[in-house]
């Protein structure tokens, strides 16, 4: 499995220093299976955190090709 890079929207990033989890945001490792919409739940030693994944992104050079996933935070879900 290929691991994304991980991108955090602007209150993703407050959020995350604010409860010091920027380190363990760092270390998840998300394959190309994930999709827009899903729920990431970062689970630490005081309580779980969630993320969602708001979008999925292919970034293409000449050197390589990925696939960046940008989590935000709160969860935000449209009607159902």
Not at 17 to 35: D, M, N, T, Y
Not at 54 to 76: A, G, Q
């Amino acid at each position: 499995m290929r691991k994304c890079t991980i991108r955090l929207t602007d209150s993703a990033e407050r959020y995350a220093a604010r409860h010091q989890v920027e380190e363990e945001l760092a270390k998840i490792e998300l394959g190309p299976e994930s999709l827009t919409g899903d729920l990431v739940s970062l689970e630490t030693r005081d309580r779980p955190h969630d993320f969602i994944i708001t979008s999925r992104r292919w970034v293409v050079s000449n050197e390589s090709t990925r696939l960046e996933l940008t989590l935000d935070h709160p969860v935000r879900r449209g009607r159902p």
